[in-house]
């Protein structure tokens, strides 16, 4: 049975940093695609970032702040964010494709509980 777990997540003021970890197991995802989607409380679930392969891509909001990362032999994602700002708030998910993935989450078989980060101004 696929799993992913998320850790990392916790409250942070803005401008610090956190480390989003995803800890796949179940399946090896090494050739598939992976991404990062988060939900703020009211809004719908929107993509952050995702590693297909060698590539990866990023939203618009959190480009140059945020960097993804996998270990493949750990079968393990990662999301570093920098420059946190209050508008980062949302519980963040991890997400696993079988295939390249995308920018959407329809794109997506597996996924994480989530994990809360919260950023205070």
């Known amino acids: 049975q696929v799993q992913l777990v998320e850790s990392g997540g916790g409250l942070v003021q803005a401008g610090g940093s956190l480390r989003l970890s995803c800890a796949a197991s179940g399946r090896t995802f090494s050739s598939f695609g992976m991404g990062w989607f988060r939900q703020a409380p009211g809004k719908e679930r929107e993509f952050v970032a995702a590693i297909s392969w060698s590539d990866t891509y990023y939203a618009d909001s959190v480009k140059g702040r945020f960097t993804i990362s996998r270990d493949k032999v750990k079968n393990s994602m990662y999301l570093q964010m920098n420059s946190l700002k209050p508008e980062d708030t949302a519980v963040y998910y991890c997400?696993?494709?079988?295939?390249?993935?995308?920018?959407?989450?329809?794109?997506?078989?597996?996924w994480g509980q989530g994990t809360q980060v919260t950023v205070s101004s």
């Open positions: 997400a696993a494709a079988t295939g390249y993935g995308g920018y959407h989450a329809s794109e997506y078989h597996y």
